[in-house]
């Protein structure tokens, strides 16, 4: 947590990246492996390799990063670390910043992974979020999204993953709501081409650290 407020998002922001977000669980307190999560959206993935060769090189970054980067291997940082690479869905090819309103500890970040048996079918899911209406309701109903996007490159493939942003508990239990009742909701998944084409779905609910882009 002090790396990151304190030496990787100084050195993002540094470096021109905007819109950084770091979120823990709103689990963490009685989680037995307590996790964060750090969204970061880049243009390309060579922007991403310049940024890594910059820092090694950044003297105030190593500083400020002194402690995490020359951790001891009996006292490391973290357990583990996984990265995931993710691309934009085509009707959704941008993060979006949520419009809320509420202090950010009051603050919910839904943040989903939907998983498929294979590659075809995990296709038709994507379709489903596109072009058959998925990304419209969530935009109807203001479900805040921040971004659709599909992993090209993590430990759950094939998935796609996307981040909706509530004011509060109460308020996702409201936005939820109106989407499994909704009449576009009720028509989308009894179509007989959209079947069964989620194997398994993982949900996180986020709460956003305090220095947060957002």
Avoid: C
Avoid at 117 to 140: H, T, Y
């Amino acid at each position: 947590n002090h790396y990151f407020k304190n030496a990787l998002l100084p050195a993002l922001h540094k470096y021109g990246y905007k819109n950084i977000g770091v979120f823990k669980s709103l689990a963490n307190d009685t989680a037995v492996v307590k996790k964060m999560y750090v969204l970061m959206p880049i243009k390309n993935l060579s922007d991403q390799l310049a940024f890594t060769q910059k820092i090694n090189k950044d003297k105030a970054y190593q500083a400020a990063g002194f402690d995490y980067i020359n951790a001891v291997y009996n006292n490391a940082a973290y357990i583990r670390m996984e990265v995931i690479i993710m691309n934009a869905f085509s009707m959704a090819p941008q993060m979006i910043l949520p419009r809320l309103k509420a202090l950010k500890k009051d603050r919910v970040y839904e943040l989903r992974s939907y998983e498929s048996a294979s590659e075809k079918i995990f296709s038709n899911k994507v379709q489903m979020f596109n072009e058959g209406g998925e990304i419209n309701l969530f935009k109807r109903l203001n479900f805040n999204a921040v971004f659709y996007a599909t992993v090209l490159a993590g430990s759950h493939m094939p998935n796609l993953m996307y981040m909706t942003s509530f004011e509060n508990m109460k308020d996702r239990e409201s936005h939820w709501n109106a989407f499994v009742d909704s009449p576009e909701w009720k028509k989308l998944s009894s179509m007989p081409e959209y079947q069964n084409n989620i194997s398994h779905i993982d949900i996180m609910l986020l709460q956003p650290m305090e220095y947060s882009d957002f």
